[in-house]
Every structure is written in structure tokens, then in C-alpha cells.
């Protein structure tokens, strides 16, 4: 357990007296905290459990009327101790021992005390508070720890696991602050309301006492604050300095893919470059060696001989019109025979029956001429047909 303040402890010793435990304190402390993070309807609701409420004063809880609430406030500290009024109400301590039990013990996951957290925050500082108050009501009352820990997910968690985990964040000292609070404050309102005989608490604890604790507590969770306050600065200050390694990073990595788009753009133009040269080397030596004969118009036939040339051809020819008597005697000589069937006699297309090396164009256009031979070229009909 942590070790209390003396003014906590001599809240403790008058308390325990009175037959008010620490547990006791602690179940009652959470009940008001839990109850007030309520909506007002879940709020009263509880405090219907445990006290009778008039209608009226259930409109003012509603309503959010802060004397209405301190009136069921002051009534559930009277009648901690008391029998319920009728018997669909509970008793209050055990309904405050078991309800803060199952709202905290329970949620032990969600307090993330894990070591490898490296800072405390408020909130978890005060969820450690919390659960270390469910632990004393375990530790007190076995048997609603016994009611519940043959539930399948149950996870067991002592106080000595939970200091251990504080204490290696170094908030050991916070958390007493507010055990300590919380025990001068509630133990005080529940020893009040309900001691027999004179007040002990103010013959033990004088005024000076009680201010000297409340701010030595003040003065530890100002440094607590502060710490927090830094720790949060020296994150924003790391958050700032990744963002800037990330913007570094990002602007490298686009000058980069720039830089790598560019040289994509050089290398598809020299691939596009290269296709071309090939594709000139390949026509330039598709009929190399080859003799072609073209059966055409005399008119074009230079057209018809720089066609050939181009593709590496030797050129021949035969005037289809004027020589067709020749057709027949010079298609021996070629390796392919380009017959312009537009220009020309019967008889020199005759002449071409028995040829399989024959290529048929309908156009006497020049156009038509190359695009009929690059087909020829294409398909394999006009290479090496010897």
C-alpha cells in the first residue's frame, strides 16, 4: 500500500473508530465521482438505489440544479451507514463497494499503465487512483473479488503490480497526492456525518495540519502539471522535428522521382530512336541481294527503282504495256515479281500464271507500290525465295 500523509492517517485512525474503513472512503468517493461523469438521468437513477428522492427534487437533479444535487449529495452521506428505507433499495455501502468494484476493476486494460509507456498523463494518474481505491475494496471485501474472478477474460491485479507499474513512471508521488486528497476529503465528510460522540478528527488534526497537507498535495501536482506541461513541449518539439526529417524526406524522394521520370522520357525517345534506326537498317537490307522485277508504267519507273533501292533491292524492270512479250522471260530472273495490274496488257498478266513469287497491285500509284512491297517484306513472301 502507499504510505499516507499523517493527516491522512489520522483521518484513517478516526475513521476506522467509527467502523469506516478505507474502503469504505474509497467506495464512496469513487460512487460520487462515477455518479457525477453521469448523464443526470443515469446519476439519479443510482442515487434511487440507495435513497429515497421526492419528485421535486428528482426535476431540480435533472435539471442540473446544483442544490438539488447537493441535497442527494449530503443524504447520501447520512445514510451511508443507515438501513434502506424500504426493501426494493439497497444498502448503500455495499451497493458503492460493488458498483465501483465492476466499474473499475474491470476496466484494468484501459488504464494503460504498461511499462513501456514512457509518461503518466493526468488522466491516467487519476485512473490509477481510481483502480487503486477498487484494489482496497478488494483487499477488504474477498468476497466480491471471489464473485468475479471466475470470469473467462478476468484479469488479477494487485497493489503492490499497480505501485510498481506508477513508480517506474516516477508518479508514485502524484498519486499519493491524490489518495491522500481524496481520503482527508470524503474520510472527513463520512466521519462528520456519521460519528457518535465528539469530532476526534479536529481535536487530531488542527487547521494548520489540514492546510500544510492540501498544499503540499497543491504543490506536488503543480510539479506534476508542469511535468506534464514539458513533457507535452518536448513531444510537440519531437513531432516537429520528424515532420521536418518527413518534409526532407518527401522532398527528396519527389526530386528523385522527378529526376527518374526525366530519364524515363530519355530513355523511351532513345528506345523510340533506335526502333526507328532498326526499322531503316531492316528495310534498308530486307531485299538485300535480291533482284526484283516490277511489270509496271514506264512513267514511274524511277519512283519504282528508289522504292526497291531503299529496301536494298536490285532493281528490274519490264514495261507491262509497251514489253509484255518480255514479262515472262525476265521472271525467271527475280526473286520477286511486282505486278502493277492497273498498267498493262492481258498477256503480261498471263505471262505470270505459273509464278508463286508474285506480287499483285491493283493501284499504280507509288504509295500503294511501297506499301504492298513492305507487306511482302512483313510477311516473309519476298525474302530469299530462291
Known amino acids: 500500500m502507499i504510505n499516507q500523509s499523517e493527516a491522512a492517517n489520522k483521518v484513517i485512525e478516526c475513521c476506522n473508530k467509527e467502523g469506516i474503513t478505507l474502503g469504505d472512503i474509497f467506495a464512496f468517493c469513487l460512487f460520487y465521482n462515477l455518479c457525477f461523469l453521469m448523464n443526470r438521468e443515469t446519476m439519479l437513477k443510482n442515487f434511487k438505489q440507495v435513497i429515497h428522492i421526492p419528485p421535486k427534487k428528482e426535476k431540480g437533479i435533472l435539471s442540473d440544479d446544483r442544490a438539488c444535487v447537493d441535497w442527494a449529495y449530503k443524504k447520501l452521506v447520512k445514510r451511508f451507514y443507515k438501513k434502506p428505507h424500504n426493501q426494493n433499495m439497497f444498502d448503500t455501502v455495499s451497493y458503492s463497494l460493488k458498483y465501483v468494484f465492476l466499474n473499475y476493476y474491470f476496466n484494468i486494460e484501459k488504464i494503460h499503465l504498461g511499462v513501456e509507456k514512457t509518461f503518466l498523463n493526468q488522466a491516467q494518474t487519476n485512473h490509477a487512483m481510481n483502480l487503486y481505491g477498487a484494489l482496497i475494496i478488494s483487499k477488504e471485501c474477498p468476497e466480491i473479488l471471489e464473485n468475479f474472478s471466475l470470469e473467462p477474460t478476468f484479469t488479477v491485479k494487485t497493489l503492490e503490480g499497480l505501485i510498481r507499474d506508477v513508480e517506474k513512471k516516477e508518479k508514485l508521488s502524484h498519486l499519493k497526492a491524490i489518495v491522500d486528497d481524496s481520503i482527508l476529503i470524503f474520510g472527513t465528510v463520512l466521519y462528520r456525518e456519521n460519528h457518535k460522540g465528539k469530532n476526534e478528527i479536529k481535536e487530531v488534526l488542527t487547521e494548520e495540519e489540514m492546510d500544510k497537507t492540501f498544499s503540499d498535495m497543491a504543490s506536488t501536482m503543480e510539479e506534476t502539471a508542469m511535468e506534464a506541461i514539458q513533457e507535452a513541449e518536448n513531444k510537440e518539439e519531437e513531432i ?36 526507328s534506326e532498326n526499322e531503316l537498317l531492316a528495310n534498308k537490307y530486307a531485299l538485300f541481294e535480291q533482284d526484283i522485277l516490277v511489270v509496271g508504267d514506264s512513267r514511274r519507273r524511277d519512283g519504282y527503282r528508289k522504292i526497291v533501292e531503299q529496301f536494298g533491292g536490285n532493281f ?71
Do not use: C, W
Not at 522521382?257 to 524515363?264: A, G, Q, W
Not at 515479281?337 to 498478266?349: C, E, K, P
Open 240 to 275: 516537429k522535428r520528424e515532420r521536418q526529417e518527413y518534409s526532407q524526406q518527401l522532398r527528396a524522394l519527389e526530386e528523385e522521382n522527378s529526376s527518374l521520370k526525366k530519364r524515363i522520357e530519355e530513355l523511351e525517345s532513345e528506345l523510340n530512336r533506335l526502333k
Open 316 to 386: 528490274l524492270f519490264v514495261d507491262a504495256g509497251e514489253e509484255p512479250q518480255r514479262v515472262s522471260k525476265e521472271a525467271f530472273k527475280a526473286d520477286l515479281i511486282v505486278h502493277i495490274t492497273a498498267y498493262g496488257r492481258h498477256i503480261a498478266h498471263n505471262q505470270l500464271q505459273g509464278f508463286t513469287n508474285v506480287i499483285y497491285v491493283n493501284n499504280a500509284g507509288l504509295e500503294s507500290f511501297k506499301n504492298s512491297l513492305m507487306e511482302s517484306i512483313k510477311s516473309g513472301k519476298g525474302a530469299y525465295l530462291r
